[in-house]
């Protein structure tokens, strides 16, 4: 599976953007997908998943009424919307896909075979 994310950028606090993630190679639908960030010298943390259908999502405790998950498994594309932006939450944004298995909770790192290259959001104060 390749991802490509983008729709990162510069915003305000309290403003939002919508990052997107395409995936190919692979039936998409078949994979669970999540978004993760990593902060300059921090390490890559977890932001929220989603499962095969759409239907079951989790988020991390930080981003939980701020940020919303969704696919759209006709287009291959993953979506983060992520309102009330704060300085904080200023990172690299990955995207990352793992083919389905009912054993991972999917909210870790080393749960995702793959990966895509990474946006870069910055929320200014």
């Known amino acids: 599976v390749q991802l490509q994310a983008s729709g990162g950028g510069l915003v305000q606090a309290g403003g939002s953007l919508r990052l997107s993630c395409a995936a190919s190679?692979?039936?998409?639908?078949?994979?669970?997908m999540g978004w993760f960030r990593q902060a300059p010298g921090k390490e890559r943390a977890f932001v929220a998943t989603?499962?095969?259908?759409?239907?079951?999502?989790y988020y991390a405790d930080s981003v939980k009424a701020r940020f919303t998950i969704s696919r759209d498994n006709a287009k291959n594309t993953v979506y983060l919307q992520m309102n009330s932006l704060k300085p904080e939450d200023t990172a690299v944004y990955y995207c990352?896909?793992?083919?389905?298995?009912?054993?991972?909770?999917?909210?870790?790192?080393?749960?995702?075979?793959?990966w895509g290259q990474g946006t870069q959001v910055t929320v200014s104060s």
């Open positions: 989603i499962s095969r259908s759409g239907g079951s999502t």
């Open positions: 990352a896909a793992d083919r389905f298995d009912s054993r991972k909770t999917y909210d870790t790192v080393d749960e995702y075979e793959y």
């Open positions: 190679g692979r039936t998409f639908s078949n994979y669970a």
